[in-house]
C-alpha cells in the first residue's frame, strides 16, 4: 500500500508561483504512473499533470507552458512547478499514484493511491 503526502501548497497573487511536492512511500522507480489532480469547490475533478515510469509528460491545455511535472525516484518524490498562476488555478491539489509503466493522459479515475492533499489559492 503506498501513501502519499503533499506539501507545498499555500495562497498566492495572481501571477505568482509555487511548487508543490509529494512524498511516495515506495520506491517508485519506474513502476508507477504520477499524476496531479485537481478539485475547485462544486466542481469535478480534473487532471493536471502525469509523468509515467520514462518520464514521459501529458498536461491539461490550460495549464500547458505554466505548470511543469517531474519526478526525482531516488527520492520518491513528485513535484508540480506552478508559474503564472491565475485565479482558476485555485483548488485542492492531489498527488497520485497508479502501478504501471504507462499512463492513461491525465485521466484522473486510473489512479489506485491518494494523497490527503494541498491547497492552492491564487487571489487578485
Known amino acids: 500500500q503506498m501513501q502519499l503526502v503533499e506539501s507545498g501548497g499555500g495562497s498566492v497573487q495572481a501571477g505568482g508561483s509555487l511548487r508543490l511536492s509529494c512524498a511516495a512511500s515506495?520506491?517508485?522507480?519506474?513502476?508507477?504512473?504520477m499524476g496531479w489532480i485537481r478539485q475547485a469547490p462544486e466542481k469535478g475533478r480534473e487532471g493536471v499533470a502525469s509523468?509515467?515510469?520514462?518520464?514521459?509528460?501529458r498536461y491539461q491545455e490550460s495549464v500547458k507552458g505554466r505548470f511543469t511535472i517531474s519526478q526525482d525516484k531516488a527520492r520518491s518524490t513528485l513535484y508540480l512547478d506552478m508559474n503564472n498562476l491565475q485565479l482558476e488555478d485555485t483548488a485542492m491539489y492531489y498527488c497520485?499514484?497508479?502501478?504501471?509503466?504507462?499512463?492513461?493522459?491525465?485521466?484522473?479515475?486510473?489512479?489506485?493511491?491518494w494523497g490527503q492533499g494541498t491547497q492552492v489559492t491564487v487571489s487578485s
Open positions: 497520485a499514484a497508479q502501478p504501471g509503466v504507462f499512463c492513461s493522459g491525465t485521466e484522473p479515475n486510473q489512479y489506485n493511491y
Open positions: 515506495a520506491f517508485i522507480s519506474r513502476g508507477y504512473c
Open positions: 509523468i509515467d515510469g520514462f518520464d514521459t509528460t
